[in-house]
């Protein structure tokens, strides 16, 4: 109870700076460890290739500019896909939940449609699209769409009925009543989905570089396994992660700038 | 303890800018003419929602700037009756009319919840209040003016949800005045506060009131309350008027004193004794 107690109050305001790195401890922990059993002989390096050995093949890459080159491509298909079915997730959502018109016309189809797992649709996409940009682009913005669309429309479906009737009686037009309550009280939700919307692109698009690409991380990763570079492999693995770390702190610093009222994001 | 400490140095406020308040009165004085209440007539009132009939006509004519209030048990149809006022619905039959045709920013309504937005300032909050006025070049002066009208001038760049509750109930006062409005309908705007804050809301009710002489119509379920503030108490019961009683006692009133603990006494009575008989 008063270790507890007595942390924050003394760890925090003498060294602030000591705040932002305690998430890291855990992920630096498990390379320390790693690096541990991999030196002593205790994990074979054919099994995983220590930490240093996974930063030499990030080193050797990065000078032949092929790592650089692969992320890139990899960072652009995504970021087409997400804004292409975010976009257009995000426009059925405002749709569907300001009309019930739309909604009753639309929102079934799309239902059904969620329900398959978009992944199972790579070899219909490969015979449609060849193993072309455009086959990547269309699993990414599939998989990025459901979850922008339903956390819209949740958003505005809940947006509070008695604020939306202040606006009214206050005589708001419509476009003042979705500008100025609908959409701001929708955004926590989008942000939601959002977030979400991030893990499935990286998802997606790894598994899609994977089964057919000619670059980027996925096909990087598949080469290597060919030619049994293992550090390669576990390279790619934590560039993933790292990448799904800045999406994630991008949307959370997004959230931050624009959700300011939210009494969770308010500074004390 | 602590908070009837933090509020009264809140509420101490307008008195400390006693000189804004003076200019402010002086500026509505300028610009009423005549008084600025409008009266309100209704008659034959009637609301049904499907087979349940909650108002079976109602007939009624409020005087310009008289302060009604509307006591009844729950589910008596009072709350019905101002939503009907206030043009939030449309009656089923009968007619309410105001004494000249009212423009949309001449009714406000005060809800028991403050209804901020809050994802907007205080300030922002209090603006919204202008309606179609919004735009204009002295909105935020208008919205200034209010908000140091009901105490709060220093909380103009605050979210709400840093707010008391008073408070939060105070910027929608704010709003609802800042339009100056002509008649004011309140439904059961204190209901959810702690008794010392809604003590000191009464007297800000009071002070506008007074100040601004708008109509007032104000739904409560507190009796002590109503006596309190109202120049007229109104019993609903079962859809109809079943009292009408005047409070003619000179203001300001003196809480807990003998002439308003009788008459508060008299109307429990009355809606006590209604309730036995349903029974």
């Known amino acids: 109870m008063s270790l507890i107690d007595s942390l924050p109050r003394v760890g925090a305001p003498k060294l602030p700076k000591v705040d932002g790195l305690i998430p890291w401890i855990v992920p630096l922990a498990i390379v320390l460890i790693w690096q541990l059993a991999c030196v002593t002989g205790y994990v074979p390096s054919r099994v995983l290739p220590a930490p240093t050995d996974v930063a030499l093949a990030g080193w050797k890459l990065l000078l032949s500019g092929e790592l650089v080159r692969n992320i890139w491509v990899s960072f652009w298909r995504a970021s087409i896909g997400f804004v292409i079915g975010g976009g257009i997730g995000f426009a059925f959502g405002l749709a569907n939940g300001l009309s019930q018109l739309s909604a009753k016309l639309t929102d079934t189809t799309l239902q059904m449609v969620r329900n398959i797992p978009h992944l199972a649709l790579i070899p219909l996409v490969i015979l449609w699209f060849g193993i072309d940009e455009s086959a990547k682009l269309f699993l990414v913005a599939l998989g990025v769409f459901f979850p922008i669309y339903l956390n819209t429309l949740h958003g505005i479906r809940t947006v509070d009925p008695q604020l939306i009737e202040m606006g009214r009686i206050y005589g708001m037009t419509d476009g003042e009543l979705f500008r100025r309550v609908i959409f701001p009280g929708a955004l926590p939700s989008i942000f939601v989905g959002l977030r979400f919307a991030l893990g499935i692109m990286w998802l997606t698009l790894i598994v899609a570089e994977t089964i057919a690409a000619s670059s980027g991380l996925g096909y990087m990763a598949m080469q290597a396994r060919e030619f049994m570079l293992i550090d390669v492999v576990v390279l790619s693995i934590l560039i993933y992660a790292l990448l799904g770390k800045l999406a994630d702190s991008a949307s959370r610093a997004l959230e931050r700038l624009t959700l300011s009222w939210h009494p969770a994001f308010q500074k004390k | ?279």
Request: proline share 4%; glycine share 10%; net charge neutral.
């Open chain 2, 1 to 279: 303890m602590q908070e009837a400490l933090r509020f009264q140095s809140v509420d101490a406020e307008p008195i400390d800018r006693a000189d804004i308040v003076v200019q402010a009165r002086q500026l509505r004085r300028g610009s009423e003419g005549a008084t600025r209440g409008l009266s309100l007539t209704i008659r034959g009132l009637r609301k049904s929602f499907g087979d349940n009939e909650v108002l079976r006509g109602i007939d009624l004519h409020i005087p310009s700037g008289q302060f009604v209030a509307i006591v009844g048990r729950s589910g008596c149809g009072k709350s019905t009756l101002l939503r009907l006022v206030a043009g939030l619905d449309a009656p089923t039959a009968g007619s309410i009319a105001f004494g000249e045709q009212p423009r949309a920013q001449d009714v406000r309504v005060m809800f028991q919840e403050p209804r901020l937005l809050p994802w907007a300032r205080v300030l922002s909050n209090v603006e919204v209040g202008l309606g179609r006025e919004r735009s204009s070049a002295d909105a935020q002066a208008r919205a200034e003016r209010a908000l140091v009208e009901v105490g709060l001038g220093d909380k103009r760049g605050e979210w709400p949800a840093v707010l008391s509750g008073g408070q939060k109930q105070r910027v929608a006062l704010a709003r609802a005045l800042v339009s100056q409005p002509r008649v004011l309908a309140f439904d059961e705007p204190l209901g959810a506060l702690d008794a010392l804050t809604r003590i000191s809301m009464q007297q800000l009710l009071e002070r506008v009131w007074r100040d601004q002489g708008f109509t007032a119509i104000l739904v409560t379920h507190d009796v002590a309350e109503a006596v309190a503030l109202a120049d007229r108490v109104l019993v609903i019961e079962d859809g109809r008027i079943a009292q009408d009683v005047t409070i003619d006692l000179p203001r300001p009133r003196r809480r807990g004193s003998a002439e308003l603990a009788a008459l508060e006494g008299e109307i429990l009575k009355h809606l006590l004794e209604g309730s036995e008989d349903t029974q």
